[in-house]
């Protein structure tokens, strides 16, 4: 082991833990790990962490990437015992306790799988190819850029059609996830949008979220589904309940009743499976790609392999627990704690989930929260809402760049944002890549 | 020409005046045509204005990218004769007075040229494959995320020769940029990555700033240029003079005297020439590819095409002015301001140049500044540098931001930006990346 000279002499007897994936999870049970008798390397693809709550407002044009972003390495700083590695994972080997990574081999006495999860397509044809996703920095700097290349284009667009499918925006799955993203593009749309392009008439645009069950927001109290919808209706976006969607194009959702809506941008959020990490080991999984854990977080495979966060389907009495930071911070807290009872020759104690409510975001000063028996609408809840989750941001700088973009936002109706914004590669163009959105190639367009 | 309603009434007569490149030359000339009676439309490949002399803190994780961005149609938003157009030039006809883009076609009455310039590698082979540049944010943003990758792969490294490459950095061009960069990325390294890679010492990296003239920073009076030696030195960068730079390779700077330095890092910053887009007109350049312009900044090919910022050579009394900011903003507005001659019948006047000093900053608190025959250097020089360049960003909240990023850095001695950053191909991941930066694939490393 590559370690520092201050925790080699005891890097012989202290056992190795290992954490793949440094979301909510992964970095709660590290945190958990800090400054024990223990050496805990972490994981991840990327040198960040991603604070997902809020990734909806980085593809909306309002908060920057890098501010719902945080350097690993800073956040151990002080913790001599905790190690970051920046790798993909390859291969898991649970008998021979070895890790393949591109990186390297690293070998381990206990593993904290916590790797999280991707979108679920269902198999539907054409979502992989052509819809956006929100799972990922990568995916929100994407759809942001789509969204303004879809308004660059339509500016010169004299196709009827092609201009409706330009300007109108599907959102699928009326979870929080396409709850908040609707909401927040529609206030982007209508604010700075429709004053940068004066051309284009708000009549033309359209934000449709579909979704296949006959509510929105499932798991909220009722009291606060029926303000869901009621709030984006009044925001202007259309909302389709009972509806399902067959297949996508480039340009159309085609509907299980036949009907198409016209459309060049399809944003997928209608649901989630759990991370392929579990295929690379031969921990087995659902068909969710969750893997089920005994009560202690373990796996059935290996009594040193723990599997938390949105990747474990954890069952409490009758449900299994749903895929939320608050899940995967608490058992990723509780996964650390079981290791240490392990290497004290104690059993591992079974997982208690502690319910702290849920909430919901529609747009500027909206929200809905679900305490107990509780609920709140409104301004208050919105409130609740954002103190919560400047809370939650780590980095004292985060919060107050946060705190500035959502002033920004919520009292000027701006948002600063609006790029069409390079990649890391140099051949990316933005004029190209716009251009790609609509062909007018020969056309006289001044 | 396709233009909203308010201006159409006037489109038949008011002459269509095509400006592109959206840089300070390109910007400043809208500006003074904004309500004027002409219609104006800017072109840019890119959908916002990069503020450039800033660009350096980009990729030494001290800005974020959007923060030296600003987007151009807000710029204009309540001028409406003025429209935006995102789009790539392809050619020029000047005898037709049209403009093929990959947008479509644009037809003009009056064109400026105002696409600034590009990285010169005069020949020397390597630079352009395995060099990094400091001209765009997407080259930035590159070469701030291979300087994570090389700590990153350094501290697993095992190979003595490898390692000491991945932690040389090597700036070539003693100008303002390279010698802004090398004191940038100094404080950089020694503040905030040292404390991230403990397992790093100091000791094994290197910065290396290499001129092929005898001194740095030409063009500044001698004491300047003399504290900016000093200041570096004691910055912990050697500044290496009379050195010439013979060929670069992936892991080696090959130089003129047949040494070689090791390193994976290039950064060349030793010179710029014209746009290639005179190139796609009948317009003739020199070989530093920048247009000899007549006095009153026109074109000799054309009288209706003028030429500014770094495109353009223009010449006054004994010297051809430099490739400043100044310089384009003050050509810009000369440029717009003969075009409203033209149209009203009077004949083009010659461009006076207003030399307002010049300044160069090389890190916390130490900057040059020369204004007529004063110069002034250290704290009271970084601080006029400070305010001129806040105030020269457009837009309050990216000044504000900026502001808190440098409160942030130069306070507190830490920048939070130290991310390997997804690009907006989803294809793109950093550990990937990072990975390419070493071969550490079948070793042990943890």
Not at 210 to 217: F, M, Q, W
Not at 381 to 407: D, K, P, S, Y
Request: glycine share 6%; net charge positive; aromatic share 8%.
């Amino acid at each position: 082991m590559i370690i520092n000279d201050k925790v080699k002499d005891n890097s012989t007897s202290a056992p190795h833990v290992v954490i793949i994936g440094a979301g909510f999870g992964g970095l709660w049970a590290a945190r958990a790990l800090a400054d024990k008798a223990v050496n805990v390397t972490l994981i991840d693809k990327n040198n960040y962490h991603t604070f997902l709550a809020l990734l909806y407002q980085v593809a909306a044009a309002e908060l920057e990437a890098e501010q719902i972003a945080y350097p690993i390495r800073s956040i151990f700083r002080r913790q001599k015992n905790i190690d970051f590695i920046l790798a993909q994972v390859k291969k898991i080997n649970i008998q021979k306790q070895i890790i393949e990574t591109d990186g390297g081999l690293i070998r381990y006495d206990y593993l904290i799988m916590a790797a999280g999860s991707v979108t679920e397509a269902f198999g539907i044809k054409g979502v992989e190819e052509h819809a956006y996703f929100l799972k990922t920095l990568e995916q929100a700097i994407a759809l942001k850029n789509h969204i303004i290349c879809c308004f660059e284009a339509a500016i010169h667009e004299k196709n009827e059609t092609r201009r409706r499918e330009l300007l109108t925006f599907v959102i699928v799955g009326g979870g929080a996830t396409g709850i908040e993203y609707a909401g927040a593009l529609a206030e982007l749309i209508h604010g700075p949008l429709i004053k940068d392009y004066p051309k284009i008439s708000l009549q033309d645009v359209q934000i449709i979220l579909v979704e296949a069950a006959d509510n929105l927001a499932a798991g909220m109290p009722q009291k606060v589904r029926d303000y869901t919808f009621k709030k984006l209706s009044e925001m202007g976006v259309h909302v389709r309940l009972n509806t399902k969607v067959r297949e996508v194009t480039p340009s159309r959702v085609i509907l299980h009743d036949q009907n198409d809506l016209l459309s060049a941008t399809v944003v997928w959020t209608a649901g989630v499976r759990g991370d392929e990490i579990a295929h690379l080991s031969d921990i087995k999984t659902g068909r969710d790609g969750r893997v089920t854990v005994k009560p202690t977080l373990q796996a059935h495979e290996s009594s040193n392999v723990y599997v938390i966060g949105d990747l474990a389907a954890i069952r409490e009495s009758d449900r299994v627990l749903p895929m939320v930071a608050q899940v995967a911070m608490q058992s990723g807290v509780a996964a650390a704690k079981n290791i240490l009872r392990q290497i004290t020759g104690q059993s591992p104690e079974p997982f208690r989930y502690n319910d702290r409510g849920a909430m919901i975001t529609i747009g500027r000063r909206a929200a809905g929260v679900s305490i107990g028996n509780k609920t709140f609408q409104g301004f208050f809840a919105w409130f609740i809402w954002l103190v919560i989750h400047l809370f939650n941001l780590i980095g004292f700088r985060n919060r107050v760049m946060v705190l500035i973009n959502w002033a920004w936002d919520y009292l000027l109706y701006e948002r600063a944002l609006r790029f069409v914004f390079p990649s890391c590669t140099s051949s990316f163009s933005p004029s190209s890549y716009c251009s790609r959105t609509s062909d007018t190639r020969s056309k006289i367009i001044k």
